[in-house]
């Protein structure tokens, strides 16, 4: 059993960290908020005060993030960040969803610690992480990949590598906008069919009778439909990762479809719903 530290211990870290204690590992866990780790101590994980002491000893140090700033923040602080912790051949698992750009400096400042980094943000919501069925798509070295291959196994089901440092970070973005995409048009699908007095459910129905229906558009429609917006993946963050997106190809005039969706979920949240589950912006074509 490895010695593992997790960082981040939100709806999604806390269950995954949860699942490393599961399968036996010694976890050592920081959050920024400190009640959130009481959960996990009660399990048996230990609590560090900062996350330079929770990755002190461990030979994985396992992040999950709300963004770019809170990873540059937590790994690289001077006198508090996880890197100045952890010791020369340790592993660093990435799995917040990030751009690629701040994948691929945290890689160089890992490698001047002598650190190794792997990306491997999830694809996956919170029922995925506590049966832990997760599905990692991996950026890194191999070899790393092989070392942290294990760790990953005691929180999700399937292991992709995509390329090197970087590429996990353009795939996660790339699945998270294809799922924003889809759920932006449903939305709106759902506001004209039941403006122009159809009953949407039953349009919806034939819809998904049709080749063009993808599996999650069921479960999107679902929610929406039954005004299921209790949070699983909010708003504020997948607006986040669209613009990480639009970031990462050039210009929102290189992808206008995604600065396109991405808009609607930035109206989402000046009408204050960037807390609420990301199906709540269908409210803004029904309300």
């Not at 960290?17 to 036996?24: M, P, Q, S, W």
């Not at 992480?129 to 294990?150: D, S």
């Not at 970087?166 to 048009?185: C, H, I, Y």
């Not at 990462?248 to 989402?268: Q, Y």
């Amino acid at each position: 059993m490895a010695e593992i530290a997790f960082l981040g211990l939100g709806a999604m870290g806390s269950r995954m960290a949860l699942n490393l204690v599961r399968a036996g590992h010694h976890v050592t866990v920081w959050n920024r908020s400190p009640e959130a780790a009481s959960a996990l101590a009660a399990a048996g994980a230990k609590v560090a005060q900062t996350p330079r002491e929770a990755a002190a000893g461990a030979a994985f140090v396992v992040t999950m993030l709300r963004d770019d700033a809170a990873s540059r923040q937590v790994w690289l602080a001077p006198e508090t960040g996880a890197l100045a912790g952890m010791a020369a051949g340790a592993v660093a698992i990435e799995s917040s969803t990030l751009s690629p750009d701040w994948v691929k400096a945290l890689g160089a400042a890992a490698m001047d610690k002598g650190v190794k980094l792997l990306e491997a943000p999830v694809a996956g919501s919170l029922p995925q992480a506590e049966a832990a069925q997760l599905i990692y798509l991996v950026g890194g070295e191999p070899a790393t990949a092989e070392l942290a291959e294990p760790v990953l196994k005691a929180m999700g089901a399937a292991v992709h590598r995509v390329g090197p440092l970087g590429a996990g970070a353009l795939v996660k973005l790339s699945t998270n906008a294809l799922l924003g995409a889809q759920l932006a048009v449903l939305a709106e699908l759902i506001g004209m069919l039941k403006r122009c007095g159809a009953d949407a459910a039953q349009a919806l129905q034939a819809v998904a009778a049709t080749p063009v229906w993808s599996p999650v558009a069921t479960r999107l429609t679902d929610f929406m439909l039954a005004g299921n917006f209790a949070p699983q993946f909010p708003v504020s963050l997948i607006e986040k990762d669209f613009g990480y997106a639009v970031d990462a190809a050039g210009s929102a005039e290189a992808a206008p479809v995604l600065a396109a969706a991405r808009g609607v979920f930035r109206e989402a949240m000046s009408r204050g719903l960037g807390e609420a589950n990301m199906t709540s912006v269908v409210r803004l074509f029904t309300a």
